[in-house]
Each structure stands twice: as C-alpha cells, then as structure tokens.
C-alpha cells in the first residue's frame, strides 16, 4: 500500500496579488501526483510586493492548512514563487579555450558557466536563476551538452534572472512567520510555463502569458530554453477598477459582474444581449446591455496586450515565436480575452491549463493554479537532481547547487 512520508511531499506556494494558493503533490515514475490544495484571498500583496505582512502570513497560514487538512498531509518547507516589476533578467555568455587535449571536461563546462554567472550586480540585487541556453564549441552552435565534445574554444550562453533582495526578504519573512521553511524561490511564470508548455511549444517559440490580478508576467522560449523575462505592472484587478468607475460600482460588485459576464472584445457580443448590474445604496438592480459593459473592458484590455506586444518587439524574438502566446492565470478567464490577443498580435493565442499531472487532477483544473501546480513540477525536477546525483557532481558546495540551477531546462 502507499508508504508515503511527509519527505516525498512537495509543497508549492503561489502568493499572488488576489490569492494564495497551495499545491501539495509528490513525484511520481510520470511525472507529479497531484494530492490536494488550499488557497484564500488576500489583500496583503500587491504586484508581487508584500505591502501587508500580517495580512500576508494569515493568507499564507490559512492556505496551507486548509491543503494540510485537505490531505492529512504535513507541510514543512514549501517552494515560494516570486516575482513583481522588481524582477529583472538578461542574457550573459562567456567563453574559455579547452586544454586537456581539447575534449570538454566537466570541470571546463563548469568554469565557463560559471564566468558567465559572474556579473556585477548591486547590493539588492541577488541572482534567483541562471538558465543554460546553448553552448557552443568552435562554430557548431545549438550545442545542450558540450561534454565530451571536441574543440578548442568553448561559449556557454545563459539567461540570469535577478531579483531585488529586500522584496524577497520580505517574503521570505512571511512564509516563516506562518511557520514554514522556504524551500526554494522560483520565478512564477516560469513555474507557470512549467505546468502549461509543451517541450514543442518551447522548441519552435513561444510567449507564455501569466494575466493576474495586479501584474501579468511574461516568459519567451525558443529553440528550448528561455530568453525573455518581463513583469507588466497592469492586470485583472485594473480592469475591474474601470469596471468600478465606469459603472459606478463598489469594486467587489465590479469583479464579480466582470468575471460573470465581461468580454474583452466588444464585437463578440450579440446587440441585444442584457446583463443585470447590481443595485448600489438600496437602489434595484437594472439591466444594461453586455457590449456597455464590453465598452469598458476591451479598451484595458487591448492596453495590456498592447504593452506586452512592445516588449515582444523589444526583446527581437517576434519572428520566433512559432507557436504563438499561450495565456494562463485566473485574468486569462476574461471571455474574448484570446480572440482580441490574436488581434493585437496576429499570432496564434490559446489557454493554458495545467497538464502533464496526476492524482487529484481536478481540484487544480484552470488555469488559476498554473503557478501552484507549476511550483510542485518544478520542485519535484528539483528533488529528482538532490535525490539522484550524477556521477560528475561530487566537486561539492557552490558549483553543486549551480548544476542543479544548470540541468534546469535540458
Ligand atoms: N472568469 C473570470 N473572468 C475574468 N477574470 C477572471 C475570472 N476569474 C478570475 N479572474 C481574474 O483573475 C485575476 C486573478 O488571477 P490570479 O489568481 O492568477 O492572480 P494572482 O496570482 O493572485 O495575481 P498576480 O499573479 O498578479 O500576483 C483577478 O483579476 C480576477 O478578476
Ligand atoms: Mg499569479
């Protein structure tokens, strides 16, 4: 029967701008089981930023108990993900000439990683990953693992991302506040990208889309590996203040007409269909027509998806993007919201729920949960690199923890 111990458990914790939300699974031979979840509302985040620590720790506490009880399960240290418009990331490379006899050894794949991890950065600001891209040995390029190659001149190239310190520390204060360890921090989308990508998506190109309530983050790939990072500070939450102020409602009566029957594209809407706006003040509810209320989100919403597509443009890779976007979080529920992004972009636009999942698959159906159930994935990849070590990583401290960070996407 099943001899599982709390140690096999892997706990993700996605403490986002509207919700916590915990994801208990464990690693499996395919991949991760789900075993349960909890989440709560909280309004002790904003953008990524804790702005209310005591608000903060209750969510956070209440969240996991209600998954510990949801499972039986206890929870000790949980992977944390971060992120807000303080994240930064940019590609580094570097390059060494091979010595010993011009075969690549561990111990030159290690030290050219390792100057390309070596930039300067000010004091608050601390490296969060560094993501392998290609390697190169003389002028055969696309290279994932250069061991054992040939050649005299070895470049490694890599994506590092960057957080500032005090924002994770503050963070990181809440989670043991509630009583728990932190495991490790990731990047939210890229636990999102985690849950919701195929390999062939991050193969031929691909923008992966997390829309949350107060910021939507964004991750590229291609040719396998990421290349882009970019937190927008607009979200969900935005477009419901429109809502609140167009129709002079209280923000509550907004969120819950917005996600009942908000549309992001106006011409989706039929001329005459009706939606009943709350009565404010003991005022009786009153219809209004649906494209009144479309009026008001579709201009916030082509905004957003507006300021995303120039960030594409900045970043160079809009001739890679092969796949398309792929829109996750609980924002990219909004109806209409991929038609409009395939407008705006003219490129292929789909939801991303999560796959590649077992077990209680339905309590983390949507795409809400991308980061919580991503979370577990990646720290179930995690455990499988602590539990099972290669032969080549005896050399111990630093660059042992900087291999685990490498083998991150190949
Ligand atoms: N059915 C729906 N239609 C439209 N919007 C929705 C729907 N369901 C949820 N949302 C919106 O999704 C947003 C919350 O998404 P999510 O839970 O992914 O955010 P978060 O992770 O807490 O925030 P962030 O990632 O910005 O920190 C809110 O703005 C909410 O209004
Ligand atoms: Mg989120």
């Not at 998506?201 to 107060?214: I, K, P, S, T, Y």
């Amino acid at each position: 029967m099943d001899t599982m111990t709390n140690d096999q458990v892997i706990a993700g914790l996605d403490v986002g701008s509207s919700r916590v939300t915990t994801v208990l699974g464990r690693r499996t031979q395919d991949g991760v089981e789900i075993l349960g979840m909890g989440e709560c509302p909280t309004d002790g985040m904003r953008k990524g930023a804790v702005v209310n620590v005591d608000a903060t720790v209750k969510s956070i506490r209440q969240s996991i108990t209600e998954a510990e009880r949801m499972t039986g399960l206890t929870v000790g240290s949980v992977f944390v993900g971060i992120s807000g418009p303080l994240i930064k990331s940019f590609n580094s490379h570097a390059a060494i000439s091979v010595k010993n006899e011009h075969e690549v050894t561990d111990a030159d794949f290690s030290r050219v990683l390792e100057i390309a991890r070596t930039v300067e950065l000010p004091n608050d600001r601390e490296i969060l990953h560094v993501l392998t891209q290609e390697f190169i040995v003389d002028d055969m390029a696309g290279i994932k693992d250069p061991r054992g190659m040939t050649g005299i001149r070895l470049d490694a190239r890599v994506h590092v991302v960057t957080n500032d310190v005090p924002g994770a520390r503050n963070l990181a204060r809440c989670v043991e506040k509630a009583d728990f360890d932190v495991e490790s921090f990731v990047l939210s989308p890229l636990a999102s990208a985690e849950a919701v990508l195929t390999p062939e998506e991050r193969e031929v190109g691909v923008a992966l889309m997390d829309f949350g309530g107060g910021t939507v983050e964004m991750v590229i790939f291609h040719n396998g590996a990421l290349r882009h990072t970019y937190v927008l500070p607009l979200g969900g939450g935005n477009i419901t203040s429109d809502v609140a102020i167009g129709l002079k409602l209280p923000q509550s009566d907004a969120e819950i007409l917005k996600v009942s029957s908000g549309c992001a594209m106006i011409q989706k809407v039929r001329r005459d269909e009706l939606v009943e706006l709350p009565g404010v003040g003991g005022r009786l509810p009153r219809p209004i027509r649906r494209q009144y209320l479309s009026e008001i989100i579709e201009p916030r919403a082509e905004e957003i998806l507006t300021l995303l597509r120039k960030e594409i443009l900045r970043s160079g890779y809009e001739e890679n993007l092969g796949a398309g976007v792929v829109l996750t979080g609980g924002g990219s529920k909004l109806d209409g919201l991929t038609d409009l992004g395939e407008r705006v972009f003219k490129l292929p636009f789909r939801r991303g729920n999560p796959i590649g999942i077992g077990g209680l698959v339905e309590v983390v159906n949507g795409p809400a949960f991308a980061t919580g159930v991503g979370l577990v994935q990646y720290g179930a990849k995690a455990s499988e690199r602590i539990y099972r070590p290669s032969e080549s990583e005896a050399g111990g401290g630093m660059i042992d923890r900087f291999k685990r960070y490498l083998s991150e996407y190949f």
